[in-house]
């Protein structure tokens, strides 16, 4: 029984064995990788290359439109512009048709190389053509007369045309000239204004200096004038100036100086007088002299004599 069981198991193994060996082991390298990388890129550009030269063989071939003419295309303007009179027109191209001459009929039927009704060199029948249908004819002067007209119309139209486009450009322009004139007026106007602004403005602080000085100047006239009058008094102060000498509290020393003085050959006075929250004081003076002038020189010669201070006083 254990032998049995130990060839099974060989037997189980050798299959799995084989098993193995079957299986195919895929192994790509970095070589054999870019190489079916660029087969596969050679193949799709191949690919598509393929698939744009079919589709350009495959789509309609367009036929090349041709381009337009700019001289056709302003007859064809021109003619739409004109007039829808045909009449006009209609006799024009009759009377074209008419004057042409039968020896050029002629050389086309020789040109042709058969009669009307007969073979031609190529063995042909050639047909009659067609015969115009006559149209009336128009004469040269009616037709001269009628361009003419035509003529006229049109340069009275181009004249009307013409005056309006004046007309038009002279309002613009007088617009223009109108609108520069009131600028110009409103300009000069504002410079005007402002000139006279600044006119004002100097006129009045012109007129505040010249106040100010005359102040100035009254106000110095008028201590000239004090000082004038303090150092020269007038005739009515004649005869009221004196040489006050000296002022005592008590009578006594009032006197013994006047007696002092008497001594020295002087007249001195003693006049007595109150002066407020002070009480009653003696002045001492001396002489009355009748100006300014005099009293002056009294006191200077006092003084040279004496040698005491005097001082020059109204009476």
Not at 261 to 288: A, C, E, F
Request: positive net charge; aromatic residues 4%.
């Amino acid at each position: 029984m254990a032998s049995r069981a130990s060839c099974g198991a060989r037997g189980v193994q050798m299959q799995d064995e084989e098993r193995l060996r079957e299986r195919v082991e895929l192994a790509l390298d970095n070589r054999q990788i870019f190489l079916l990388f660029s087969a596969s890129a050679v193949v799709l550009s191949l690919v598509f290359a393929l698939g744009v030269v079919v589709g350009k063989r495959l789509s309609p071939v367009v036929a090349a439109t041709p381009k337009a003419d700019p001289l056709a295309m302003l007859d064809q303007a021109g003619a739409a512009a004109d007039d829808d009179l045909t009449f006009p027109r209609a006799l024009t191209g009759a009377a074209e048709a008419s004057l042409e001459s039968p020896a050029e009929g002629a050389a086309g039927a020789r040109a042709a190389g058969a009669k009307p009704g007969q073979a031609s060199d190529t063995g042909e029948r050639v047909d009659p053509a067609p015969a115009a249908p006559a149209a009336p004819t128009l004469s040269p002067k009616r037709d001269a007369k009628r361009k003419a007209a035509r003529e006229a119309k049109l340069a009275a139209a181009r004249a009307k045309a013409a005056a309006k486009a004046a007309e038009r450009a002279a309002e613009r322009a007088v617009k223009v000239a109108l609108a520069q004139a009131r600028a110009s007026a409103k300009q000069a106007a504002e410079q005007a204004a402002k000139r006279a602004k600044l006119a004002a403005k100097r006129a009045k602080l012109a007129a505040k200096r010249a106040a100010k000085q005359a102040a100035l100047s009254k106000d110095k006239a008028a201590k000239a004038a004090k000082m004038a009058k303090a150092d020269k008094p007038g005739a009515s102060d004649e005869g009221s100036y004196t040489l006050q000498l000296s002022s005592f509290q008590d009578r006594v020393e009032a006197e013994r100086f006047m007696n002092t003085l008497r001594q020295k050959g002087h007249d001195p006075q003693m006049v007595p007088t109150r002066i407020p929250n002070r009480g009653l004081w003696y002045r001492v003076r001396l002489g009355s002299y009748p100006s300014w002038q005099k009293a002056l020189a009294a006191k200077r010669s006092f003084e040279t004599s004496t040698k005491l201070i005097a001082y020059v006083a109204r009476r």
